[in-house]
């Protein structure tokens, strides 16, 4: 009987595994949904009845019960790379130069040429055909373990299909791919948590990799992931091409991008770039690029790598996205310094990832140089991601009737008479009482990077300026005693001001430079502050020093001192300091750290778009272990830390020797300290 039991539920397993298989890989379903529950019902009742059978592989165990409560650090065993960047043919042709001057003369060099899935990579562990740990890439030497919930994904197998052939030892191996969301599963997802007032993601990448970090599995398992597998890593197997990799990891049951072409050269991988993007638009899920790889896997053992990326691979990025649309009006905003600018009111259109209504058009300048006209229409461009911008107008779909824009005369929310500095490009309001102007300072003073304080955002700011209990953001500490005002506001219920109220007093741990960047001073950007508050190291010490002073810190131009001091003799302010001193913020700082590092008194130039941290927190970390961060390269500049699409700094820093890190290399020193 037992023996009965057991093999009906392998039987069971089996069928399961293949249809998942059929559905998620294949996406050719061959049993109803029906049919397919009835299974799973069998299965899970049998292995309830017998515990004992029940094997990490089995179906019924995607989805754990157990909050992840953290990520363990796992080292890959072969390192995750990274690839560097091509935008050009001519790079492309450089590349395939160097791969033949790199391998003995006269070798054939063949290419696959894979598109470029925009998502989070993964490496999943198989040890004997069953899933044993996935691991996000991390500083591409160590990872994160996030094994709970890549088994939630229903297109990774729990365990692998046998091979035909026997001539490969796979008994331990690392196939590697990206996670990813297709576009219509995004949009839905997105639609879902506006409705419940969630965040929303703003692409599907970062909705994978937000996902892929989450504590509960079980909600992962209700995300729409998917994962394509790109690659096969053994230190136990030498594999013969990248094509037929592709192929073996096809038949163990593995999602395998269909899209790859084998390349004879380099114009034949040319013809596969183009012939990808023009297929980008056509696709499910998005992809930037096309990945270029050396076929034979003996030429990339030659080939090897340099610093962290192969010399036998290369991305080809395409253009970034654009999308035509109407501009409807022209607008202009009012922020907290009561510099006015325009906003591009859209006719509403979707580009890479999501719907885009709005896009600033920077300053009048801006509007006279591109010539853009309220009726015309644009082309837009998402760079990198999230904010859209108006690159060009089609002039010839212009009405015959439009007509050059003018800058407003008045402030378009309090209506007083606006002003240009001469040698500013902004108009401006000089009413400091104007709403837009309180509210956006209030907006600054709450937000990230500032004083942080969770829930109190745009909507919340407007209502509560609006019936008064706001003014100064003293009164934001002062909201405590008005609880009872705040829970009779119909959208606010007992818990959410309850919640608001402790981060707002949580936000009192905020340092001190943290404190004086959400004061909101004119120029004093989170870098300034934190330059001011490691010089002066209190506010006291800042009230009181000249404007020459304050000039004589390293980096600090004479705007920045000039409009700190105008700051400090404002009455107002140094009232509403008072009031914030009383309510307890940081007004000075702790000290700096004293350890010797690797960073003491080295000075940092950070430059492009890093990825795997903002700007602000790799200076955070520089400055916490005593280096210094700068905006220019000089001389006297250590290290420049450089993103992608690093410009004229990055020249800079290689015409004068120095050394330059990409991002990879910054967390291997901040590990190494
Ligand atoms: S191969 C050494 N193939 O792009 C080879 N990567 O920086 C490295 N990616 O981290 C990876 N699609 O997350 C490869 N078909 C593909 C890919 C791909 C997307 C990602 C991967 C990697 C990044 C490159």
């Not at 430059?607 to 006297?636: M, N, P, Q, Y």
């Amino acid at each position: 009987m037992p023996d009965k039991i057991e093999k009906r539920i392998e039987e069971l397993r089996e069928k399961i595994r293949e249809n998942d298989y059929k559905y998620y890989v294949l996406s050719e379903p061959s049993i109803s949904d029906f049919e397919y529950d009835m299974l799973v019902k069998e299965l899970e009742k049998l292995e309830a009845e017998n515990p004992h059978l029940i094997t990490p592989d089995s179906p019924t165990q995607r989805v754990g019960k157990d909050l992840t409560k953290e990520f363990k650090p796992v080292t890959h065993k072969v390192p995750m790379l990274s690839l560097a960047n091509t935008y050009s043919e001519e790079e492309l042709f450089d590349f395939d130069r160097k791969v033949r001057n790199g391998l003995p003369s006269g070798e054939k060099v063949e290419y696959v040429v894979e598109p470029k899935i925009d998502g989070a990579s993964v490496s999943l562990n198989y040890v004997n055909g069953i899933l044993k740990t996935a691991a996000t890439r991390g500083d591409g030497t160590v990872g994160e373990e996030i094994t709970a919930n890549v088994k939630t994904i229903k297109s990774v197998p729990l365990k692998l299909k046998k091979l035909k052939s026997l001539k490969y030892k796979l008994n331990d191996f690392e196939a590697r791919g990206e996670i990813f969301m297709k576009v219509k599963d995004f949009l839905k997802l997105n639609k879902e948590r506006e409705e419940l007032g969630e965040k929303l993601f703003a692409n599907p990448r970062n909705s994978s990799a937000g996902t892929l970090k989450l504590q509960d599995p079980k909600v992962v398992a209700k995300r729409p992931l998917n994962i394509f597998l790109y690659m096969l890593v053994s230190n136990e197997e030498e594999f013969e091409t990248q094509f037929n990799n592709l192929k073996i990891l096809k038949e163990l049951g593995f999602n395998v991008n269909k899209e790859y072409t084998l390349c004879k050269n380099i114009d034949e991988v040319l013809d596969a770039c183009r012939h990808l993007e023009e297929k980008r638009e056509t696709l499910e899920y998005e992809i930037d690029g096309a990945v270029i790889k050396v076929n034979s896997i003996r030429q990339q053992k030659i080939l090897g790598s340099i610093a962290k990326s192969p010399r036998w691979a290369v991305a080809f990025k395409f253009k970034a996205k654009q999308a035509f649309t109407t501009l409807n009006k022209i607008t202009w905003q009012v922020g907290r310094t009561g510099a006015v600018t325009p906003v591009a009111e859209l006719e509403p259109v979707f580009l890479s990832g999501s719907t885009i209504s709005r896009a600033t058009l920077h300053n009048f300048d801006e509007i006279t140089r591109k010539d853009i006209r309220e009726g015309d229409k644009v082309v837009l461009e998402k760079g990198g991601d999230v904010i859209p911008k108006v690159v060009a107008v089609v002039l010839g779909d212009r009405k015959k009737n439009s007509k050059p824009v003018k800058p407003p005369d008045n402030c378009p929310v309090c209506g007083s008479k606006l002003y240009k500095p001469e040698n500013e490009v902004a108009y401006y309001c000089d009413n400091t009482e104007c709403p837009a102007q309180i509210k956006g300072r209030l907006e600054h003073f709450a937000a990230r990077g500032a004083m942080d304080i969770e829930g109190l955002g745009e909507a919340l700011i407007d209502l509560f300026v609006e019936k008064d209990f706001l003014h100064t953001y003293a009164d934001i500490y002062d909201l405590k005693n008005r609880k009872d005002d705040l829970v009779a506001i119909d959208r606010l219920g007992e818990k959410s001001v309850t919640n608001l109220l402790t981060s707002i007093e949580e936000s009192k741990k905020q340092p001190f430079e943290k404190v004086l960047f959400a004061l909101g001073i004119r120029y004093v950007g989170a870098g300034a502050a934190r330059k001011l508050a490691d010089h002066f190291l209190s506010i006291d010490n800042l009230m009181q020093a000249s404007e020459e002073d304050i000039s004589k810190v390293h980096e600090i131009g004479p705007s920045i001192s000039n409009s700190v001091r105008d700051f400090f003799s404002n009455e107002k302010n140094l009232k509403i300091i008072k009031r914030l001193k009383d309510h307890g913020l940081n007004f000075s700082s702790r000290k700096k750290s004293t350890v010797n590092s690797f960073f003491t008194n080295k000075t940092f130039v950070l430059t492009g778009t890093l990825l795997k941290f903002s700007r602000d927190e790799a200076s955070e970390k520089i400055i916490s272990l005593g280096g210094k961060v700068s905006s220019s390269v000089s001389k006297k500049t250590d290290y420049v830390l450089a993103g992608e699409n690093a410009g004229s700094k990055l020249d800079k820093a290689k015409s004068l020797g120095i050394n330059v890190l990409n991002e990879e290399e910054f967390l291997e020193l901040l590990k190494e300290k």
